[in-house]
């Protein structure tokens, strides 16, 4: 059984209780970060909380949490999840929501919760044979912002998993490649890595990392915009998250990269990051 946090109490997973008019409930209006254990600590942590701060400043949910305060309380709720289960790794999650609403639209007082699970890995067979997107033309609503509204990505991702794919990589209104609805992505052409810049996709953490860990390898990293007629060009390609690392990936929809194989540059990276996660004691 799980430990979770709710406002200044830890609380048995099943007892965890929200109100019915909530606005994170009512409207959407809540957002979240989420990262994970290596080691059992949480990995960047500290990059997971400005984000999550800057997600609920950007969307005007006022709150009384600074950095320092909710290191604090994730630290504590992961302790005591880890006195209980202390053979894992875990999963973190940190939703922040609009609070209880009278009329069912103005803010309240807002609800601070903390999720921690034991980690669940995907399948390692994704990793040495790489994996599928499907393209969908669909763009973040509010992508300076981390909210819970995924009301397409879950639709889209239901068609992802009837194709056998385990994305969904999305295109703007003008053909042009964004990120995917839980992932961000890269692609290699011409031994150069190239990703969307930040303004219409969501500022990843792992994204960020993977980016240093490029550079300081040599690999030339562009972040600009790449038109959906140059997937065939692609001579490699992967996906970056906190749930997925570095997964790379093999077809988009009916095209096949770098002739269906993880390519070099990929499976480069891939080690580094490995070796960062095997030592992570931040």
Known sequence: MNIFYINKKFVIENK????????????GYAVFDFLRTYNQKPFYLEEHLKRFLRSA?????????????????????????IAINSQTEFNIRIYLTGGNSNDFITPGKPNLIVVITPLKNLDKKLYTRGTKLITKISERIIPQAKTTIYTEGVKFLQEAKRKGANEVLLISKDKKILECITSNFFAVINKKLITAPLGKILAGVTRKVVINLAKKLKIPVIERYIDVKQIKKFDEAFITATNKEILPIVRIDKVKIGKGKIGEITKIL?????????NYQK
């Open 16 to 27: 965890v209780k929200i109100s019915i008019y909530d606005l994170g409930f009512l409207r």
């Open 57 to 81: 400043k950007f969307i005007n949910l006022k709150h009384n949490y600074n950095l320092e305060k909710l290191k604090k309380i994730v630290m504590r709720t992961l302790q005591k999840n």
């Open 270 to 278: 891939m080690s580094e990051f490995k070796k960062l996660t095997e």
